[in-house]
């Protein structure tokens, strides 16, 4: 199985981009705005040239579907309690030097992009399990495991990368991943993969728990967006790009199993693939995990949360490789809400 790329960040160049961290963070006081998007996105060509360009090689050359970068320092007491669990929100100035850093090495490799219907727009959110969601097919799920998924699969605007972070992870609870590359289809099966015969659903997390929404009003059409695509979604193909090296959207949880035997056995041949080809990645503090999002798929394994503050803490990024794409579902240029 092909194992994640992984990058780790040595002595020097931690000095290199704690000093790009510190000069930002000196500046700005929230991730969350347009104004620090444009500073990041500019201070993210001072980091040091083999950071970048190993971020480059994944993108341009597509060389392993995950990179794993390590060697973030994480002083767990500095970071304040683990959000949700605690009843508390997040103290976002304790963990801005990683959100900073977060930012910088992720926008090598795509804008970040946020749902109007998912945790009110925000870019950087948090993975974290939350009281009373523990069996939710969703990030703050924990006694049910996350099945393997690609992310916003039935979304046309999905993203092409995926970033997690970790901060916190004291039980070791693996992400699970399979590569596009380790799975062996025939090419009967690709071509019936390859067709537009699938429906895939959006995510609960869109569609669940809408009134705990603040100001759900004013998101109204974006809501209705979704419980149309809910409603009648269009039929799209799994697999698609290159014959011999194809990319894929899939997310069976959410999906209805095909009419037609062939399609149907397809999709069976594909997921019976995938979790053949399922490795585990326990994420460390301090590591970033990049995905390609049309090259693997990912999940999480159960586990019991503790909501004593220490719980496992991720936080996440999408990125896109071509925001104007999105242009029609988004406020303004440099929006990155879609919705
Ligand atoms: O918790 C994890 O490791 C992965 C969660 C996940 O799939 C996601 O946040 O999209
Ligand atoms: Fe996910």
Redesign the pocket.
Known sequence: MVAPATLRIDADELKSVEWTIERLADEFDTVESEAFLRAVTLASHELPVRIRAELLDFKMLEPNGALLIQGLPVDDAAIGPTPFGHGQPADEKATLWHDIAFFLFASCLGDPIGWETYQQGRLLQH?APRPGHEADQT?TGSVTK?EW?T?EAYHPFRPEY?G?MCLRNPDNVA?TLAQMADLRLSAEDLALLCQERFVIRPDEAHILRRDEVPGLAGRMTSFNRIDRMNAAPEPVALIFGAEDRPYLRVDPYYMDMPEQDEFAAAFAKLCAEIETHLQDVALQPGEILFLDNWRTV???KAFRARYDGRDRW?K?LSLTRDLRKSRSMRASVNGRSIG
């Open positions: 993975v990030s996350l998924h992310e995926l997690l992400t990912h999940g999480r991720l996440r």
